[in-house]
C-alpha cells in the first residue's frame, strides 16, 4: 500500500523560512504529478503548488515568489521551500501525489504537518 509522510513542519517567524519534506513508500511504479495543499484554520484545503514528472510547477498566486516545490524522481520525494512566509501561510501542509500502483492510477495524500508562522 502507497503512503505519503510529511515532515518539517513548526513555528517560524515571519519572514523565515521552512522546508517541508514528503516521502511517497510502498509499491510504485510511477508518479505522474506531486503536490503541496494547506488548510488554514476555519478554511477549505487549497493548493499550494504542484510539480509534474517533467517537471513543470504550478503555485497559487500568494505564494509564487516565495515558495518553491521540487522534486527527486529517484527518491520519490517532493519538497517545499518556503521563504519569506507570512503568518497567513499558517494551516496544515498536506503532501498529495497522483500515481501509479498495483491495480491502476491512485490519488493518496499525508496526514500532515502544520506550519505555524508567527507575526
Known amino acids: 500500500q502507497v503512503q505519503l509522510e510529511e515532515s518539517g513542519g513548526g513555528l517560524v517567524q515571519a519572514g523565515g523560512s521552512l522546508r517541508l519534506s514528503c516521502a511517497a513508500s510502498g509499491t510504485i511504479f510511477s508518479i505522474n504529478a506531486m503536490g503541496w495543499y494547506c488548510q488554514a484554520p476555519g478554511k477549505q484545503r487549497e493548493l499550494v503548488a504542484s510539480i509534474i514528472s517533467g517537471g513543470s510547477t504550478n503555485y497559487a498566486d500568494s505564494v509564487k515568489g516565495r515558495f518553491t516545490i521540487s522534486r527527486d524522481n529517484a527518491k520519490n520525494r517532493v519538497y517545499l521551500q518556503m521563504n519569506n512566509v507570512k503568518p497567513e501561510d499558517t494551516g496544515v501542509y498536506y503532501c498529495?501525489?497522483?500515481?501509479?500502483?498495483?491495480?491502476?492510477?491512485?490519488?493518496?495524500w499525508g496526514k500532515g504537518t502544520l506550519v505555524t508562522v508567527s507575526s
Open positions: 498529495n501525489a497522483d500515481l501509479n500502483s498495483w491495480g491502476g492510477n491512485y490519488i493518496r
